[in-house]
Every structure is written in structure tokens, then in C-alpha cells.
């Protein structure tokens, strides 16, 4: 400690003054107050038990773990294993019963719908939109127009093995042929096809075009289509008069489908999510609206 006595004392404060001077000015030395040094303390004690008892020091290959083995993910983890305890009975009671059952029981009913959500969000929200809606190339699952059907069996298979997968064998297969691309069809040809189909739904702008078009599409079309273009289920062929689009409603959209089809994928989940998600799933597709 600096000897005070020889220290000059200020005249107004009558605190002792620095020695040193910068530029004229000088200044007053007064010890911080005591309850500033001692929370200081406090905080440098209870850093020191931090570092002790909680994960505190990186390291290049991990960290200091601290005594209290504490970790957000095994708190993460805990939390998890309590949520799934909770739901247990819930899932056991939805894994044993078929769907007409549940649908007879509005708390399995409403879990079931609620995880589905959920399980939707995380996996199909990218294709089909946050709200089923579908967008251009991904159908909307709101409505009941559907591709391959909406029955409670329908939906499973096609969530299951999804349609065209590359990877599961039992997958929804079909292809509308390539007829321009192909040469199967010349472009004078598709184009009256295209103002057909849009004549399907009372779209057409060109009413002899369409004339043409028709005897095209009962030799080339009906087979997968239907006659009247009402589509067919079990190949997967959207109903084209009923003036809700997959790809799109205007010439250029229809003529570029028969030109060159899309052949859309939808992944198979039956690898990547157990049975009971795809149930969950099923009940809430089959819940947005379109069940049958
Ligand atoms: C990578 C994009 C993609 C993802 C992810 C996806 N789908 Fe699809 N889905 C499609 C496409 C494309 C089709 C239409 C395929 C076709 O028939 O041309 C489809 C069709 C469907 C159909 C059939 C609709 C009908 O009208 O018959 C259902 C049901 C369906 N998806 C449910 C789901 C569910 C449930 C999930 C999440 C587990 C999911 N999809 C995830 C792309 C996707
Ligand atoms: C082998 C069966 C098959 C045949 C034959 C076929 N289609 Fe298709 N068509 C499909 C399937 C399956 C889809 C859904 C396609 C996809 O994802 O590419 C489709 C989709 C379409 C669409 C898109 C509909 C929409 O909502 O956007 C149009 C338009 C269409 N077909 C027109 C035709 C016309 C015109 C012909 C005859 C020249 C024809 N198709 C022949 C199976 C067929």
C-alpha cells in the first residue's frame, strides 16, 4: 500500500491525491466502495464453482464436463423419454386398432390428427405446402380430387411406397408416354389434343381445334384417362375435365404434359417412418377434407 501520509490531500474533498499529474489535471484515489469489492468477490466464487460443477472449458476435442454431469442434451433427452412414457398408451391403443375403430374414438381421433400434423409439417410440408394446399406439380391433399384415391387403405399405400420411388419395389408405377418428345404425336396434332382437354373443363379457345382433337384422345388417351377424360385411379391419371390441374390449366401447361410428361415422385416413407407415423399421417391427410 502506498504511504498516505506523504500523499498531498485534496482541499475541497479531503481524499488523498494521485501522484501523478497529466497535463494539470490530477486525481482524487478513493478505494471502491465495499459492496462493489464484494460482489466482485461473490462473482469471482461463483465462477470458480461454475467452472467446478457445469460443463465450463472448451477444449479442441470436447470440454470440462464438470462434477454434476449436467447436459442440455440429456435434459433434452429426458424430456423426450417423459413425453413418449405420457404418450405410450395413447400409441399403443392407436397401433392395435384399424381405422374404423379410431375413427369411433374422438380422443384416439384428435392425438392421432395432432401427430400427424406434426409429422406432416416435418415431411411433406416441403412438397405438399405447410397446409396441404399442394402447389404446381405437387397435388393439393384439402380436396377430393384425387390421383390414386383417398380412402383410409388408399393413402396408407401410397404414403407406405410412395409413387414412382426409385428405391421400393411395391411403389405406385405408372407413365404417361412421352408423345411429342417421343415422336409418338406431331405438334399440330398435340395442339389440338391440348384444346381438347381444355375443352374437357370449358376452357378451349379454339373450338375446331378441339373437333380435332377429340377422335386423337379416344385413340391415344382413353386408355389411361377414361372416356370424357374422367380419369383412373388405379393407373394414377388425373381426371381432365374437371377443371382442377395438377401441372396447370392453360395450353401451354396441358400441351407441355403431352409433349413431355412429368411423371411426378412422391417418396416412399415406409423406410423412413415406422408404422404408427404412417398411420398418424393417413388419418390426417384423410382428415383435411377429401377422406372417403
Ligand atoms: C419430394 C416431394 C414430396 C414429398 C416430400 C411428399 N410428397 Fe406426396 N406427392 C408428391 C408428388 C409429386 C405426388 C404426385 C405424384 C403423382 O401421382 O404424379 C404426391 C402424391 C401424394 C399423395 C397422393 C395424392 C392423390 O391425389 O392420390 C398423397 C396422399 C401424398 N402425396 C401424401 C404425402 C405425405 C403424407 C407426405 C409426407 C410423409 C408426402 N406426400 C411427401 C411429392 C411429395
Ligand atoms: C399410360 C397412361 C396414360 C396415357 C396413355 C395418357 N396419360 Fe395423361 N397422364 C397420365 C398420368 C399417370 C398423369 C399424371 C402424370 C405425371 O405425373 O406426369 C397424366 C397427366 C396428364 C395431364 C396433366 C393433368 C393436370 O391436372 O395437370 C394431362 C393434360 C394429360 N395427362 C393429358 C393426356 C393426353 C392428352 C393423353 C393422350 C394423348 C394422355 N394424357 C395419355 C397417364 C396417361
Redesign the pocket.
Known sequence: MADTTKREIDAVTGAPLHPHEWDGIRELEIPPPRWWVLTYLACVVFALGWWVFYPAWPFIGGYTKGLLGYSTRAELADTMAAVKAAQGPMNSRLASLDYAAIRGQPDLMAFAVAGGRA??GE??A???GAGAQGQV???N?LDD??????SYGT?QT??EHG??STVDADT?QSAMPAFGKDGFLTRGQIADLAQYVLALSGRAGDVAAAGRGAPLFAEQCVACHGVGGTGNRAL?APNLADDIW?YGGDATAVTAQIWSPR?????A?SGR?DALAIKK?TLY?HSLGGGE
Open positions: 409429422l406432416f415431411n411433406c416441403q412438397c405438399h406439380g405437387f397435388p391433399l380430387d384425387w390421383l390414386w384415391g383417398g393413402l401410397t404414403i409413387i414412382r405406385r394414377g395438377f411423371h411426378g415422385v412422391m417418396p416413407w417412418l399421417l391427410v
